[in-house]
């Protein structure tokens, strides 16, 4: 088969899977519907692979659908990102739901609402990622919002659906923003291009981009980093985020913290990649650097006051956001590279995290670290899994994020200003304190009087291995695929091919592919 | 094979065993987590010690080696020179010894802290173990920054082992000053990065002179915080409250001494260095030096008593390594040696601290009196150990205090500031020997005051151990002296 057709075909289905559950009646066995969203993203990983890896390979972008949908090696890394981690907690969901429905906490005929929306979430985050389309994206980003509401909402308690209700409320509003700004580069190339007809599509936009007026793009660049950046999670429109993170089930949690956020970043990577064309990096730049920097600083103040463990996981993800606005703000191909790195790294970590914190609820049945004591004496596997996701979170090497949070560093002290560095480097050292506090408080101690010694099912711990595996493989040695990929993606993100990239000095250092490599023995 | 690789199987044997003897310990029961891990300390021991000997047999040449580079980029490398194969055999070796002589102290028979031993101990143990080798071997800052905070979280996870809240308090005290000081190799990485394109310490050279001082000094500023120098010393103190043989291990041989060699690694390895480094480095280890002796008067926890010790001797350290920088080979030489016998000194002192908590169930000094009589292995211990912290000859820091000093009277003679801030190291010395012959003169001698009295009989593995630290405390001297030349 064609691969346009393999990536409409990754496309559909998740969707296909999606209406399937959702004309299923609700008294179907909870097995079918666990069955059906697993084969689901099982397929969606297998397509996944398959398209990416063909783009990633070849080097050659795909196209579907005329010109509606696009792979290029920078969506290509999302698209796996979404499918792997879609997969996982996929997998993780199995049991999760199954034991809240046998503790009562979510009654049986919600199953269906859950598993055909996780489906249908995993293919709005993939339509995100392969939209080529501006008004689509935007309408992608919204639909991921509309079909996350009722899964954060699930548990229809009250703080469930408070903080449901404030995230569709935010991010709706937000987003509206990141409509007005898509609408004012969607205008004004529709005014300057030939056909006018293509004017929505990215790739037809992108010849055109240092024809465009810099006073529109600037206020456009403006409205699209709040609007889209309300959806990623950056300060000062981040207040949505530690509710929905903590009150949905753990998997969607995974999910949401682990690639939704990085799916929103990419829209803003995509639209600053277009600036920076038009009207020169510094603009971009500095209004990310701004917003990454308070992100990260006011994440680490608020992240000590939080008692519930998801809570503080939440915080942790407005600091990573935070850290993949900074690598943006800071720029050029060390910092864009640190920023697509970030964003892989930061979505298994996070992930792995939120399903420990989701073994443990299920364990404790309570999220507040005053409570969770003594995991280690009660489940040991999930107090070892849950104290490689914290050291891993709080970048120790040797965990992924060690790499690209070095990177940061790297990058900030070679282009950015000096200042900004050493800020951020307090701010993650406070994050830092809160992750490995929870550890002392909560992993460790005595456990509660009359505990008995109880462990998650298997189906549960085999996908977190499978993570916590990945995060120290990929920081101990990241595999060349995946560096040259972020190489490819980079240089797709500052429109600069990759050839020349490879002959400025920095560039070619910092990452190798097999051939570099080769060169260097 | 080439005597290239074949030094890098050794060190790559002497970091990867232990680590991945810790991931061992989790997976097996619980029975298992201590012979695992001195297992694979022994093993490390003796691929750290073979290292060293086929390194002698090879004429002891420096050789530099690749392991990881990116590009044309060094990320990772080993350095196998006179500084690193001397202190990596000792980092490992009294990293075996603690754990021998933690069977026993780490068990339900222990009077003041009676324990089940979990697997966590044995578990961070082994990968410390591990970690320090891997410090001690790096030849590029990226390696030394992994390993520097790997030992972090491990003493993050040996001092709060017991739990108690003064415990976890100490235990994120002791990682988050220590990361803050990592803040400095972050950022002194990335300048090093920018000024060369790339991570080897050897690059530190070629950086031009302003460059060359903001590196230094912020990899000193690493260094303060890991060897607990004024200011940031506050973490040691603390750090108390981890089991003795743990204090033992962080003082020694690990932690502490991770700052250390840092900044000697990075001053070896910078060429002509800007005095001003110099001047902060001795300005620093002296007022770190008197600190420490004042607040030696009001202790009376032994454990307490050695935490301030272990600061003002790597005053000492640093303040020869300063000193290096003004042209005195000889004391750098005393330096590095220093941290090498004061390694076998400080544990020999803190295993007999942890001795007297086991058989007597306390380590207040003034309650200790008699200790000859009724443990003589302890008692001889306990001299030869202040002794030792005291520089008597013929101890083995005798020897390298010795060399510091004259090699600071070597550029005091032209130098009058210098020439001050040796003679005020000197008096110190003067009065640490005083304090601990003071010490000695209550706890040694005489008939067993009631808590001796009541003691419990010395386990074998402690009195082996005790007798192992005590020859080496006696030859590491002149060891360490002709193996640096």
């Given at each position: 088969m064609d691969v346009s057709m393999l990536t409409v075909a990754l496309l559909a289905c998740p969707l296909v899977f999606s209406l399937i559950m959702a004309a299923l009646?609700?008294?179907?066995?909870y097995n079918v519907f666990a069955g059906l969203n697993t084969i689901s993203v099982a397929a969606t990983l297998v397509l996944s692979v398959v398209t990416a890896g063909t783009m990633l390979s070849s080097g050659q972008n795909i196209d579907a659908l005329g010109l509606w949908l696009h792979l290029d090696s920078l969506s290509s890394i999302f698209v796996l990102l979404v499918g792997i981690i879609g997969f996982i907690t996929g997998v993780y969901s199995i049991s999760y739901i199954k034991i809240d429905i046998e503790e009562k906490t979510?009654?049986?005929?919600?199953t269906k609402q859950y598993y055909a929306l996780f489906s249908l979430f995993v293919f709005t985050m993939l339509l995100v990622c392969l939209s080529n389309n501006i008004i689509l994206t935007w309408a992608a980003v919204e639909a991921t919002t509309l079909s996350t509401v009722f899964l954060v909402g699930i548990y229809k308690n009250k703080q469930a659906l408070e903080a449901s209700w404030k995230y569709a409320m935010v991010c709706t509003a937000g987003v509206a923003f990141g409509l007005f700004g898509t609408l004012l580069i969607y205008a004004n190339a529709a005014d300057i291009?030939?056909?006018?007809?293509?004017?929505?599509f990215l790739t037809s936009i992108m010849p055109y981009?240092?024809?465009?007026d810099p006073m529109l793009v600037r206020l456009a660049f403006a409205f699209i980093v709040i609007g889209f950046g309300t959806k990623a999670g950056?300060?000062?429109?981040?207040?949505?985020l530690p509710d929905a993170h903590s009150q949905a089930p753990s998997p969607v949690s995974a999910l949401l913290s682990g690639v939704l956020l990085k799916c929103a970043m990419l829209v803003i990577i995509r639209f600053y990649s277009l600036s920076i064309i038009t009207v020169g990096d510094t603009y971009p730049r500095t209004l990310l650097l701004i917003l990454g920097t308070l992100s990260i600083l006011v994440a680490a103040l608020c992240?000590?006051?939080?008692?519930d463990i998801k809570r503080r996981f939440a915080y942790s993800s407005v600091d990573n956001v935070g850290v993949v606005a900074l690598c943006l703000g800071i720029g050029g191909p060390l910092g864009i590279a640190a920023c697509l790195l970030h964003c892989i790294f930061h979505g298994f970590t996070k992930a792995l995290a939120f399903c420990m914190a989701g073994n443990i609820q299920h364990i404790?049945?309570?999220?507040?670290l005053n409570k969770i004591k003594g995991v280690v004496e009660i489940a040991p596997v999930t107090a070892a899994l849950t104290i490689i996701a914290l050291l891993a979170l709080a970048a120790f090497?040797?965990?992924?994020?060690f790499i690209s949070e070095f990177l940061t560093f790297v990058a900030g002290v070679q282009s950015g200003p000096i200042w900004v560095v050493v800020l951020v480097a307090i701010g993650l050292t406070g994050v830092y304190f809160a992750l490995t506090g929870i550890a002392l408080k909560s992993i460790f101690g005595k456990a509660p009087e009359g505990m008995k010694r109880h462990e998650v099912p298997a189906l549960m711990i085999i996908p977190e291995i499978a993570l916590a595996i990945v995060v120290m493989w990929f920081g101990i040695a990241t595999p060349v695929a995946i560096t040259s990929g972020v190489e490819d993606a980079t240089s797709v993100v500052l429109n600069q091919s990759v050839e020349e990239l490879h002959e400025a000095p920095l560039y070619r250092m910092v990452f190798s592919s097999q051939t570099k490599t080769s060169e260097v023995n | 094979m080439s005597i290239e690789s074949s030094l890098s199987l050794f060190a790559m044997v002497a970091i990867a065993v232990p680590m991945l003897g810790s991931l061992l310990i989790v997976m097996?029961?619980?029975?298992?987590a201590k012979w695992i891990c001195a297992f694979v300390g022994g093993i490390a021991t003796v691929a750290s010690v073979g290292l060293a000997a086929t390194f002698a047999g090879n004429g002891m040449n420096a050789v530099d080696v690749t392991w990881a580079s990116m590009g044309q980029t060094l990320v990772m490398g080993f350095i196998f020179d006179r500084m690193s194969t001397l202190l990596a055999p000792a980092f490992v070796a009294i990293g075996l010894l603690v754990v021998i002589y933690s069977f026993?102290?780490?068990?339900?028979?222990?009077?003041e802290h009676p324990d089940a031993p979990r697997r966590r101990f044995y578990v961070y143990f082994s990968t410390f173990i591990g970690a320090m080798a891997g410090l001690a071997y790096s030849s590029t800052i990226v390696g030394q920054l992994v390993f520097f905070e790997i030992t972090g979280v491990c003493s993050w996870g040996l001092i709060s082992y017991y739990m108690t809240p003064t415990a976890k308090k100490a235990g994120m005290k002791a990682l988050i000053i220590t990361h803050i000081g990592a803040l400095g190799l972050y950022i002194g990485a990335a300048f090093l990065f920018a000024g060369?394109?790339?991570?080897?310490?050897?690059?530190?050279?070629?950086?031009?002179s302003g460059m060359k001082t903001v590196v230094l000094l912020l990899i000193l500023f690493a260094a303060w915080a890991k060897s607990a120098q004024?200011?940031?010393?506050?973490w040691l103190p603390s750090a108390?409250?981890?089991p003795t043989p743990v204090s033992a291990y962080l003082h020694g041989a690990s932690m502490v001494k991770v700052g250390v060699c840092v900044f000697a690694r990075a001053l070896a390895s910078a060429g002509d260095i800007p005095e001003i480094v110099g001047w902060v480095a001795i300005i620093d280890a002296v007022v770190t030096m008197l600190f420490g002796f004042l607040m030696?008067?009001?202790?009376?926890d032994m454990k307490r008593l050695l935490a301030f010790s272990t600061i003002a001797q790597l005053a000492y350290v640093f303040f020869g390594l300063g000193l290096?920088?003004?042209?005195s080979q000889m004391a750098f030489n005393g330096a590095v040696e220093h941290i090498f016998n004061h390694a076998f000194t400080k544990t020999l002192f803190f295993l007999i601290a942890g001795s007297l908590s086991f058989?007597?169930?306390?380590?207040?000094?003034?309650?200790?009196?008699?200790?000859m009589k009724k443990y003589p292995v302890t008692g001889v211990g306990f001299a030869v150990a202040a002794t030792a912290i005291a520089g008597v000859?013929?101890?083995?820091?005798f020897f390298s205090k010795f060399q510091i000093i004259s090699g600071g009277f070597a550029v005091g003679a032209t130098n009058t500031v210098i020439f001050v801030l040796v003679c005020v190291m000197v008096v110190e010395t003067v009065a640490t020997f005083a304090w601990f012959l003071r010490w000695m003169g209550k706890v040694l001698p005489g008939e067993p005051s009631e808590t001796v009295a009541a003691g419990q009989p010395l386990p074998r593995a402690m009195a082996f151990v005790f007798v192992v630290l005590m020859i080496m405390v006696v030859v590491a001297g002149p060891l360490s002296s002709s193996w640096m030349g």
């Open positions: 009646p609700k008294t179907t066995s979510m009654p049986a005929e919600r291009m030939p056909n006018a007809h293509e004017a929505a981009a240092d024809q465009f950056l300060f000062p429109m981040h207040t949505w992240i000590f006051k939080q008692d404790y049945h309570t999220r507040d090497p040797p965990f992924a994020l | 097996l029961p619980r029975p298992y026993p102290y780490m068990s339900d028979k222990n009077k060369t394109g790339t991570f080897a310490l050897s690059a530190i050279s070629q950086l031009d004024f200011p940031l010393y506050m108390m409250e981890a030696y008067l009001p202790q009376k290096s920088v003004f042209g058989t007597l169930g306390t380590r207040m000094l003034p309650k200790i009196q008699g200790l000859p013929p101890m083995s820091t």
